[in-house]
């Protein structure tokens, strides 16, 4: 008899959840565990693009877009798989590759969103940000923060390449997507060359006050690469090998309110080991050669390559050249950073992975 009473309990139940979810009122004892789950369930997989066949589109862009007939930038987004909705790479970042030939302007505008800039192919163009005119040579970092104009000029003879990162998907995620189109084609140069970059330098002018959050806006390749050569023999990381971060040179921390740029030099034969964290990562390959293994899935790299880490995903890279391997590398832990939210685990004793699980296995987070 109280069998029966619950049988008829449960089907008053059933029916409360099912009018509940017309209501747009989900009960939280049916759904908890989609609600709150033990693991992150991260959404989507890591992904490898190859440097043939960005190089080969681009090419193929090159001929058809015209950037004098509204296009707005010749670049193409690198869209994981499972992120389409919002054109990411990662949940947070759009990572793309952009080309300006000779003559071109890609015409001046301004977002909300951050942007950063690696160049790959090609020197002696610029880019205007607020006014002042950064020419790039191969391998800068150069930011454009929210807000800022900025517009790409090639006045050389030779095409310019370079790999755009861009937090979008995150601006989007807040609803804050806004774009304003600059009248002209090029933004007037208002700054000397060099003024950020240089002149300006450590020893600033007393009289001005700093609104703008970045004010070193190129990290020359020349002094990174001294940088990571003068770090070589050094420990560093056993997850991350040499690790460097570019930071804000006043006041240190990350590039970016949003994106943190790093540059790492894994040594030949160098395995790193696994371990994984809740922000993501993008990975383009400078040089040398080698693969990474993520949640226990196997991809190769080789230079232009671009390969991202989901969030919580083991990962562990392996050079397997007789020379360093290179990476530049744009992560979103600034972000995780700000709400408490970075965690890190590393695999098992000393361990590199066999072959991981797709389901996550619970395990204590480091920390408290
Ligand atoms: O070069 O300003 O790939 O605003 C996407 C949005 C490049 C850029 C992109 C942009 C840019
Ligand atoms: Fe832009």
Known sequence: MASRTEASRDVELERLNAELLKQNLTPTWAYYTSLI???????????????????HYLRRAG??????????????????????????????????VQLVKPGEVAPAHRHLANAIRFIVKG????????????????????????????????????????????DYPFNQLMQVSFFNAYPEARHPFTKP?????????????TWETYAEPVPLATYRWTETARA????QG???????????????????????PTMACYAQLLRPGEHTRAHRHTSSAICFVLDGAGYSVLNGERFNWAPGDLFM????????????????????????????????????????????????????????????
């Open 234 to 256: 050094s420990e560093g990381s056993p997850f991350d090998g040499i690790l460097l971060e570019y930071v804000n040179p006043f006041r240190q921390g990350p590039v970016l």
């Open 228 to 231: 990571l050569q003068y770090l």
């Open 193 to 205: 060359l060099g003024y950020t970059a240089n002149w300006m330098g450590f020893a600033r002018p």
């Open 123 to 166: 020197r002696g163009s610029y880019t205007a940000v607020q006014g002042e005119p950064l020419y790039m040579e191969e391998r800068d970092l150069i930011l454009t923060p929210s807000w800022t104009w900025h517009d790409h000029g090639n006045e050389t003879t030779e095409p310019i390449i370079w790999v755009d990162a861009l």
């Open 309 to 368: 880490i989901p969030p919580w995903y083991w990962h562990e890279h392996v050079n397997t050249a007789a020379e360093e391997s290179r990476f530049f590398v744009i992560s979103d832990k600034p972000i995780y950073d700000t709400f408490n939210l970075s965690r890190e685990e590393a695999y098992a004793e000393n361990g590199h992975q066999q072959r991981v699980e797709k389901t996550f296995t619970p395990m204590l987070l480091s920390g408290a």
């Open 63 to 96: 001929e058809l877009v015209d950037l004098e007939r509204g296009a707005e930038r010749r670049s193409f987004e690198l869209v994981n798989p499972a992120l389409r909705h919002i054109m990411g790479t990662t949940h947070t970042i759009g990572a793309a």
């Open 37 to 55: 789950t033990p693991q992150p369930k991260v959404s989507y997989a890591p992904y490898l693009w190859k440097w043939e066949v960005l190089l």
